[in-house]
């Protein structure tokens, strides 16, 4: 997008990313941009962009990264929220990896089962991820896949961090809702506001 001429172009399109963008991060150079590209039901991968040539790059064994992605700047990682499952079985794998540019490691057990990364985000250079199984969920500080840590909170709740601030918006499964300023070290509320009754924010 051209802010000052107000126009646009195509850049990649979904054909050359393999299906439709999902979510969209970019790297601190600004020459680099990862997509989580959406090609069926619990099959979402993850390419790198070359924002230079326009190249795509597919990131392997990322399975579904519907999970939520973000950079962290201070670190030179990506971090990906893998929300796999076995559909033979219908357990739900746990997947927090982090990409460097060259090498995919795991922050977790490949064989932990339990609630799934939904949304992730950095904030000066921390990682929080919010899991969810859409009836619970929990904020971790530094992920863990401890289920003991962690603050709880209701079913799929999203993150945003702003200024160094972090934010969730919780969404319980009786329509209610509310917003609320996290703090950084316990993951508990600084302040929580409840929104109108029966809004959905999601």
């Given at each position: 997008v051209d802010l000052q001429k107000k126009n646009s172009s195509l850049f990649v399109s979904g054909t050359k990313l393999g299906g439709g963008a999902q979510d969209f991060v970019v790297n601190k150079n600004g020459d680099k941009g990862y997509v989580s590209v959406y090609k069926s039901y619990g099959n979402t991968i993850v390419v790198e962009i070359d924002l230079l040539t326009g190249s795509v790059k597919a990131i392997e064994d990322i399975k579904d990264a519907s999970g939520s992605l973000d950079y962290d700047n201070e670190n030179n990682l990506l971090y990906i929220g893998d929300r796999f499952m076995d559909f033979q079985t219908y357990e739900m794998h746990i997947?927090?990896?982090?990409?460097?540019?060259?090498?995919?490691?795991?922050?977790?057990?490949?064989?932990?089962?339990?609630?799934?990364?939904?949304?992730i985000r950095i904030v000066n250079g921390q990682p929080y991820v919010f899991v969810s199984d859409y009836q619970t969920g929990k904020l971790y500080i530094d992920y863990a896949d401890d289920e003991k840590d962690g603050a709880e909170y209701y079913q799929d709740s999203k993150l945003a961090a702003v200024n160094g601030k972090l934010y969730l918006m919780e969404r319980k499964d009786d329509g209610t809702a509310s917003l609320a300023q996290i703090n950084l070290i316990s993951g508990e509320p600084v302040w929580q506001k409840a929104l109108e009754t029966g809004s959905n924010p999601y």
């Open positions: 997947g927090v990896f982090t990409y460097d540019g060259t090498r995919l490691d795991s922050l977790t057990d490949p064989e932990a089962k339990g609630r799934q990364p939904y949304s």
